[in-house]
């Protein structure tokens, strides 16, 4: 996509967010209201239904990777092109909902889950993942440090030490963010949109080091981090947030902006073959603020279809580290076929979707069968 109709979409998506601003209903996600979340759960399971459907998302943008590999010129290249196009709120999503879960414990209450379920996990997936793509040479110690600590054994890995950016962030100066006014609030808020606009579209690094960290710069993504900690409390409390986003124009202002921008999207994936990044401001925030309110409403329907097709996507947000990690392996192995191999034109698109996160998800499965099984042996 040329850097003009991207800054101009951008743009027109921020003149959407601020039309969002004149509705009371919007700006009261960012007040400090008191709320009464339920305590008998301690995660939410609509946010992981929506993070399921971030991590799916995440997965059709690879996936759209894979076919244009090897049909780049096909027609069929339309439809998994805005199938990726469609899905560039994910990453933004996943690091909204990051913010909704971080409490400050104590250095080692901090530290030490994420230790134990991100960096551990990461590290061992990623030597694996590393002998299996590269070949061995004489730095290799050298090339796996620098691989991983940049996120590049495999592409989607950057995401990795961006999170830990993130958490090393609110260690230092917003564990008690919870205890900050409206006021400081809000205005870290603009300014985090300010240094996130700038960071995208007008910060092009041009020294090598430069070039090699930009994916994991933590500045092109901090507005959705800030916008986690600063709403989360409102998200949490399910009733609060679908009494707000049930207002007839407010809702209809959310699904009209969201259509629309939709239909930008679509209309650029067909017609150009533009192809989209995960830095844009307005469609992750309508598109997360859209998404929460289906799972809300799907977790209430009494139907069975409706009942496991939120269980479906809850098990794959709850455990999306397991596809977020292991699927790049998965797709990898599959750029050893052609991509119509899995079904033909068409067929095979939804082909590659199911394994990429069947596969990870059957392998996390076993993992954690195997560690259940050696914990009551120990016992």
């Known amino acids: 996509m040329h850097s003009e109709t991207k800054l101009f979409l951008e743009l027109f998506g921020l003149f959407l967010l601020f039309l969002l601003l004149a509705f009371p209903e919007f700006r009261g996600l960012f007040k400090k209201d008191v709320f009464t979340i339920n305590k008998k759960r301690d995660r939410s399971t609509a946010i992981d239904f929506l993070r399921g459907i971030a991590m799916t998302g995440i997965v059709a943008i690879h996936v759209d990777s894979y076919f244009q590999f090897f049909h780049p010129k096909d027609e069929f290249i339309g439809f998994t092109l805005s199938m990726g196009n469609l899905s560039r709120f994910s990453?933004?999503?996943?690091?909204?909902?990051?913010?909704?879960?971080?409490?400050?414990?104590?250095?080692?209450?901090?530290?030490?889950?994420?230790?134990?379920?991100?960096?551990?996990?990461?590290?061992?997936?990623?030597?694996?993942?590393?002998f299996i793509k590269y070949p061995i040479g004489e730095n290799l110690v050298q090339d796996f440090v620098y691989k991983l600590f940049l996120g590049k054994v495999y592409e989607p890995y950057y995401y990795v030490p961006l999170l830990i950016q993130f958490y090393i962030l609110f260690a230092l100066l917003l564990k008690n963010f919870e205890e900050w006014g409206s006021f400081p609030k809000i205005l870290l808020l603009i300014l985090t949109l300010v240094i996130n606009f700038i960071s995208n579209h007008y910060f092009k690094p041009t020294t090598e080091i430069g070039m090699a960290i930009e994916n994991i710069s933590f500045t092109n993504f901090i507005f959705f981090f800030v916008f986690g900690l600063v709403t989360k409390k409102h998200f949490l409390d399910t009733d609060a947030f679908k009494e707000r986003i049930n207002s007839l124009p407010f809702a209809f202002l959310l699904v009209g902006a969201n259509v629309l921008y939709i239909g930008i999207i679509l209309y650029q994936s067909i017609s150009v073959g533009a192809t989209f990044t995960n830095h844009f401001l307005f469609y992750p925030i309508s598109m997360f603020l859209f998404l929460y309110w289906i799972s809300?409403?799907?977790?209430?329907?009494?139907?069975?279809?409706?009942?496991?097709?939120?269980?479906?996507?809850?098990?794959?947000?709850?455990?999306?580290?397991?596809?977020?990690?292991?699927?790049?392996?998965?797709?990898?192995?599959?750029?050893?076929?052609?991509?119509?191999?899995?079904?033909?034109?068409?067929?095979?698109?939804?082909?590659?979707?199911?394994?990429?996160?069947a596969i990870p998800l059957s392998i996390w499965w076993v993992k954690d069968w195997i560690l259940s099984r050696f914990q009551k042996e120990s016992r």
């Open 91 to 130: 990453v933004p999503a996943f690091i909204i909902s990051s913010g909704f879960f971080l409490n400050w414990k104590g250095l080692s209450g901090y530290t030490k889950p994420k230790f134990l379920q991100l960096i551990v996990p990461y590290v061992i997936i990623a030597i694996v993942g590393y």
């Open 296 to 357: 809300i409403l799907l977790e209430e329907k009494e139907g069975k279809t409706y009942k496991y097709l939120f269980k479906i996507f809850s098990y794959i947000g709850k455990n999306s580290l397991a596809v977020f990690l292991l699927h790049p392996i998965v797709i990898h192995f599959m750029h050893s076929r052609d991509s119509y191999f899995w079904g033909g034109k068409g067929l095979s698109w939804f082909v590659v979707l199911f394994l990429n996160l």
